[in-house]
């Protein structure tokens, strides 16, 4: 293989530039060019691309975001939109395409690879909602930012007598809600993989004061949402004054941790490899620390587990 694209799509997450500079210069190794397709499949339509060298991928390994931007195109899930960016990659003589992004990037992914474009894509998302895999990039930073945010939050709630209700990010899935409720001591957390009431927030809220407990974090995933009405219940309930704090985007930005680094590292170099031994249609994942692939519809067919064990231990210790 002598040229590939690259691209980011959906939504961005910190680690993203991290596997753009891996696949480049893994590429580069193997004498390939490499073209950076920018915001995501619209790039591939417009035909939007820049050739990117060693030096066009330095200073970018600490930096969250995506240098080659990212979008939703909803004009990619229809054969004109496809047929576009297949001559895209045939006039340029791009033989292979690396594709970072969640599932719906997963699906344009395949969509092309049917169409005779080889595709391999890397799961980038802070949800960690892929299920193919344990780990999706970007995931651990938003983590982090998430626990380091709610730490502040704890401390002017600790002052006041406060109870702060905090919204984190995840879309449908409680990923970031359980591991930032366990790492920052929630009295409660609420995801939609685990039944809840308002009623059970109030009483174990109730239950934690008689042991002279004045201040507590309720950890909220983004599908339960209603993260004010909640803290007005608690409010008007248990007489505590209540603030509702929603993290939002905040928790897709900033410098990758070092899992994160090193795993856009490894997923980026592997996918060059994949493309350069004539794999197409698939997308790499971790399972229990290896690199592992699967073929793309494969994967989107499986479910993801949650981690009912970590839930249970939180609310274990934490009230
Ligand atoms: P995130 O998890 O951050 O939302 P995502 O990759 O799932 O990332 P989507 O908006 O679902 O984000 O998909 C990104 C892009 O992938 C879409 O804008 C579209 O261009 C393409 N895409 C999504 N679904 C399909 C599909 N069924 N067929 C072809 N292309 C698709």
Redesign the pocket.
């Known amino acids: 293989m002598k040229k590939i694209g690259i691209l980011t799509?959906?939504?961005?997450?910190p680690g993203m530039n991290a596997a753009i500079r891996a696949v480049t210069r893994t590429a580069l190794k193997h004498g390939m060019t490499v073209m950076g397709i920018r915001r995501?499949?619209?790039g591939l339509i417009n035909g939007d691309m820049v050739e990117l060298g060693i030096r066009s991928v330095s200073d970018i390994i600490q930096r969250g975001g995506t240098i080659l931007y990212t979008?939703?195109?909803?004009?990619?899930?229809f054969e004109e939109?496809?047929q576009k960016a297949k001559a895209t990659c045939i006039k340029e003589g791009i033989e292979g395409l690396i594709v970072l992004?969640?599932?719906?990037?997963?699906?344009?992914a395949?969509?092309?690879s049917a169409r005779g474009i080889p595709c391999v894509a890397i799961p980038?998302?802070?949800?960690n909602?892929?299920s193919m895999t344990e780990y999706t990039i970007g995931y651990d930073t938003a983590m982090n930012t998430a626990m380091l945010l709610i730490d502040k939050l704890r401390d002017t709630t600790q002052s006041h007598d406060r109870c702060s209700v905090v919204e984190v990010m995840g879309?449908h899935a409680g990923h970031i809600a359980v591991n930032t409720g366990i790492a920052t001591g929630a009295t409660h957390i609420l995801t939609e993989e685990v039944p809840y009431s308002v009623d059970d927030v109030i009483e174990r809220i109730q239950n934690t004061q008689t042991t002279g407990k004045h201040h507590f974090i309720i950890v909220v995933s983004e599908g339960i949402g209603n993260s004010q009405d909640i803290a007005k219940k608690i409010e008007q309930a248990t007489g505590v004054e209540t603030r509702a704090t929603i993290l939002g985007h905040v928790q897709r930005g900033g410098s990758p941790t070092v899992r994160d680094r090193v795993v856009a590292s490894q997923l980026g170099h592997c996918a060059v490899e994949l493309l350069n031994q004539g794999y197409s249609n698939r997308v790499i994942g971790t399972k229990h620390g290896n690199i592992i692939d699967y073929d793309i519809q494969e994967a989107l067919s499986m479910k993801k587990s949650f981690e009912n064990d970590l839930y249970r231990i939180a609310m274990d210790i934490s009230f």
């Open positions: 799509s959906g939504g961005d997450a995501g499949f619209n979008a939703r195109c909803n004009e990619f899930r939109g496809l992004g969640g599932d719906g990037s997963f699906r344009g395949a969509d092309l980038c998302t802070i949800d909602d892929i879309r």
